[in-house]
């Protein structure tokens, strides 16, 4: 009785032994990929998107050019369609609004509204010579996009080729190219030949000056996400629903504001993936996935909530406001819940697991 009993201890001692062992070596071994994330993102996300943006640019200016010197209803549309194209890839852009873009000031730029009306009738009425150093002077609201806008649609999206003065033709062809220049500089900024912010960004926390820790660009990469969320929601909606204003709209003249938003958003899923136009690498997504899988499926979920929500409006912003109040206001609420989800659960994984 002794004897099995000792050998019955014994082999309980094996198997826990044996246990114990089997526990340690199932656990993760978890593979650092932040700096491909920064490479990644900073090849798909940033320089190909400033690179298609500048293609665009160049696309509407040429075509511009083209509808100047033969004027046509066909060669407007060609024209309004480049802007909405140019216009998209833009938008999705605003979800990683750091660096050249925000210090040299190419986003007030070309991306300020409402259009200063008053003004832009004195311009059309004056005979000053619209060149690029006029152009370069004036006001942020009377440049890029949405001047633009306004002289491609007309106040409300109707504008007939018939219609546009030599004046306004002149402002437009200045308006384009003023464009086709900002946006090449963005494109070069980016450029390992040209401004190199590229390499500066990639290299977070193995040499480069401004990001001395990977953490750091994983926190830009966030906050540029959260910040998006953060202007659509509460500025580019909620400001004109709450007082009813629809000239504080972000893009009325061509009814786009809701296929803005819609970009803004995407681009955030853009950045989240690493999901360029051409590519498709790592991203914070497998950061994610690392550490907190189920975060993973929050943001996911709650990104396409968010879309769904703008998806539910139907008719145009400006009008949405008055006649879908309780979509937009769904639309409001599930992108401040992404952005909340953002803020307050992906921030803390990078802060807890990023150095």
């Known amino acids: 009785m002794k004897s099995n009993t000792i050998k019955i201890l014994i082999a309980c001692s094996f198997l826990f032994i044996l246990h114990g062992c089997k526990d340690k070596t199932v656990k993760p071994i978890i593979t650092d990929n932040s700096t491909q994330i920064l490479t990644d993102y900073s090849t798909n996300i940033c320089l190909d998107g400033y690179r298609t943006l500048s293609d665009k640019s160049v696309q509407l200016h040429a075509d511009v050019i083209a509808f100047i010197s033969n004027p046509s209803q066909s060669a407007l549309i060609q024209c309004q369609n480049d802007w909405k194209q140019t216009r998209e890839i833009w938008e999705q852009s605003e979800a990683y609004l750091f660096g050249p ?38 006001e942020e609201s009377l440049k890029g996009f949405h001047p633009i806008e306004y ?20 402002y437009l062809l200045a308006l384009s190219e003023n464009l086709k220049t900002l946006t090449a500089s963005l494109k070069n900024d980016w450029e390992v030949n040209g401004g190199n912010f590229y390499t500066i960004f990639s290299t977070a926390g193995n040499g480069s000056a401004l990001y001395p820790t990977k953490k750091s660009a994983f926190e830009e990469m966030s906050n540029a996400m959260i910040g998006i969320c953060d202007e659509v929601a509460n500025s580019k909606i909620d400001e004109v629903f709450v007082t009813l204003d629809s000239t504080k709209e972000e893009s009325p003249f061509a009814k786009n504001s809701l296929t ?54 139907t008719v145009p912003f400006g009008e949405a406001i008055f006649t879908q109040p309780i979509q937009v206001q769904n639309a409001v609420d599930a992108i401040n819940s992404l952005k909340v989800e953002l803020e307050e659960n992906l921030l803390p994984v990078i802060k807890l697991h990023i150095n």
Not at 113 to 121: G, I, N, T, Y
Not at 269 to 287: P, R, W
Not at 300 to 307: F, L, M, P, V, Y
Request: charged fraction near 20%; glycine fraction near 6%.
């Open 101 to 138: 873009v925000s210090t040299n000031s190419i986003d007030p730029r070309i991306d300020t509204w409402p259009v200063d009306f008053k003004r832009l009738d004195s311009i059309m009425a004056s005979s000053v010579p619209i060149d690029q150093p006029y152009i370069n002077q004036l």
């Open 260 to 313: 803005d938003f819609t970009n803004n958003i995407q681009g955030v899923m853009n950045a989240y993936l690493s999901k360029g136009n051409t590519k498709d690498g790592l991203g914070l997504e497998d950061f994610v996935r690392t550490y907190n899988l189920s975060l993973d499926g929050a943001i996911k979920q709650k990104h396409n909530a968010a879309i769904a929500a703008l998806n539910n409006i």
């Open 151 to 170: 002289l491609l649609f007309g106040k409300n999206a109707d504008k007939q080729y018939s219609q546009f003065t030599n004046r306004q033709k002149e």
